[in-house]
């Protein structure tokens, strides 16, 4: 064969590569088994690139912690901006076959960070606080429920925001579970970055967050109930999710506190204990998933449960890495490439979408502030508070997108409630360190912030 040839020959190869190759369905060539595995390792390594490049950006430029600047490079990495610029690119380094590979990575990745979360819970700060955290809870969910009552019969006047023949019971309650969501695991980073894993205001803001969640994803397992899934998934959903948490919370503890005396009587984590514990986590996410709640309350419920002292440090040792580093940016990525910022096009959807992040920042910045203070809590810690539990994160990029492909909202109105999700999210670090942060590192109570991100240990009484 001439070198010409084989030159050209080599060409095509390698202009195909990220082609399917497999037989064809439906006049199109399907995927291999091998050209899943070439697009995942291509994807990974160009979002392991983009998270720290726009992460360290966020940093430097904007003041942002590394967790939002992930949660950026998802967008940008999706159609609303590589996409936008490179559609035929984007297409192919992200085609739709590919993406259940990146979503089951994806919640590994989430669901082991909450893990590791929940391994950090401060205990003895919940107990001190309970009462405090259950009023800002209870704010946290009722402001935002009573805001979406007065406004949804207006949005419902405007077409294309929610499905045409959608109920004003349903819509409400979809349109106040997005209201009253808070980004537990973005919550959870941020505290982290904050410095605040040990403090009783960080414990106080991640209790509420994880009770808004888990009462924003009921809420929508009733809405779905209606709309073809039956009164059996909003029953197994909550029953499930309690009964769940009731054992793991009594019986399940004490089932778990020999892992603890091994690792202590070893002086160290062996691979027996590992791979138990891994496979707990598992089964906990799977648990959770399979009610129909969420992984990451699975993963962020065993790691409350287990014992603590050198298991937790091993843990940290020798999972937190991978999962902060490699798996979670899969997340970000994932729900990034279900994003669309074009479509708020006009000024009358824009003057929509600002009225919705509007009731959305009184809704949960509000409502937990006065909800902090009246709980007795001085106002630079409430104002703290309020800050944090705003943020919404890809948490909420989750449950629009569950109401897009459901049918209960138009792309329309999902494009406006990413819009908040964004910059509710990004206002939640400076807000915070506006309010509270700078004062309390300038007088000791924190110290400086924490460029990389990582749960800390601590004993739990």
């Not at 040990?198 to 994880?210: D, F, R, V, Y």
């Not at 810690?381 to 944090?388: H, K, M, N, Q, R």
Request: with cysteine.
């Amino acid at each position: 064969m001439p070198n010409q040839t084989i030159i050209d020959s080599v060409i095509t190869t390698l202009a195909g590569i990220l082609s399917p190759h497999g037989p064809a369905v439906q006049t199109a060539n399907s995927y291999t088994p091998g050209d899943f595995s070439v697009h995942f390792f291509l994807q990974l390594a160009i979002i392991l690139v983009a998270c720290r490049v726009i992460g360290w950006l966020g940093q430097k430029l904007l003041g942002q912690p590394q967790v939002v600047g992930e949660m950026i490079a998802g967008v940008v990495l999706g159609p609303s901006l590589l996409g936008l610029l490179f559609p035929d690119f984007q297409l192919a380094l992200f085609p739709k076959e590919t993406r259940n590979v990146l979503y089951a990575g994806a919640q590994l990745g989430v669901g082991l960070y909450m893990f590791i979360v929940g391994l950090t819970l401060r205990l003895d700060h919940f107990r001190s606080k309970a009462k405090n955290a259950a009023a800002v809870s209870a704010a946290g969910i009722i402001v935002p429920f009573l805001l979406a009552f007065i406004a949804t019969p207006w949005l419902l006047q405007v077409d294309g925001l929610f499905a045409p023949a959608i109920s004003r019971v349903d819509a409400t309650l979809f349109f106040g579970a997005c209201v009253a969501l808070t980004a537990f695991p973005m919550l959870a980073r941020i505290i982290n970055e904050r410095g605040l894993a040990n403090s009783s205001l960080g414990t106080l803001s991640l209790t509420a967050g994880a009770f808004d969640d888990a009462a924003s994803w009921c809420v929508l397992a009733l809405v779905l109930a209606t709309f073809g899934g039956g009164p059996g998934v909003a029953v197994l959903a909550i029953g499930g999710a309690l009964l769940y948490a009731a054992f793991m919370l009594t019986i399940g503890r004490r089932l778990l506190a020999p892992l603890g005396r091994m690792v202590e009587a070893e002086g160290e984590m062996s691979s027996t204990v590992l791979a138990i514990t891994l496979t707990l986590f598992c089964i906990s996410a799977f648990v959770m998933d399979a009610v129909g709640i969420h992984a990451i309350f699975g993963g962020f419920l065993l790691g409350v449960c287990m014992p603590r002292g050198l298991f937790v440090t091993e843990i940290q040792r020798k999972a937190e890495p991978l999962a902060v580093v490699l798996l979670l940016p899969m997340f970000f990525t994932y729900s990034g490439l279900n994003t669309r910022l074009d479509m708020v096009n006009s000024p009358a959807l824009l003057a929509i979408a600002l009225a919705i992040l509007a009731i959305s920042i009184l809704a949960k910045f509000g409502a937990c502030w006065a909800a902090a203070r009246l709980s007795g809590e001085d106002n630079r810690t409430a104002l703290g508070i309020g800050a944090l539990m705003n943020s919404r994160g890809l948490m909420e990029l989750i449950i629009i997108n569950i109401g897009l492909q459901k049918g209960i909202i138009g792309p329309t109105l999902f494009s406006m409630l990413v819009l908040m999700a964004i910059v509710t999210t990004m206002m939640a670090g400076p807000l915070f360190e506006l309010v509270y942060g700078r004062r309390a590192r300038a007088d000791g109570e924190l110290g400086a912030l924490d460029k990389s991100p990582r749960p800390q240990a601590a004993a739990v009484a």
